[in-house]
């Protein structure tokens, strides 16, 4: 059985950082391109950064492209968002993913994801 947990989230003011963190067990966890996704109440979940397997590439969406980082730990099963300079509309709740393949892009979906973390609340005050 799969489990990824998800920590790292908090409410921080316009301009500040956080470092997410998700740890998964249960799964080849260098088998798998893993991601972050984040989702406002009432709004489409949207893909947010992924990493291949190896992390030797990522991939951002345009809006955090400068500001956030991924990285991975195979070691560790684990995978960090660094989120810096953050701003009020990067507040949502964000969820740890895992692909159904090694690799991903920068057009990294949903649907290309076969495990989920429970979601991490980041608050960003202006």
């Known amino acids: 059985q799969v489990q990824v947990a998800e920590s790292g989230g908090g409410l921080v003011q316009a301009g500040g950082s956080l470092k997410l963190s998700c740890t998964v067990s249960?799964?080849?966890?260098?088998?798998?391109?893993m991601g972050w996704f984040r989702q406002v109440p009432g709004q489409e979940r949207e893909w947010v950064s992924c990493t291949m397997f190896s992390g030797s590439s990522q991939h951002y969406t345009h809006s955090v492209r400068g500001r956030f980082t991924i990285t991975r730990d195979n070691a560790k099963n684990s995978v960090y968002l660094q989120m810096d300079r953050l701003k009020p509309d990067d507040s949502a709740t964000y969820y740890c993913a895992g692909g159904r393949a090694p690799w991903c892009t920068d057009a990294w979906y949903a649907g290309e994801t076969n495990f989920w973390g429970q979601g991490t609340q980041v608050t960003v005050s202006a």
């Open positions: 249960g799964v080849t966890f260098d088998n798998h391109a």
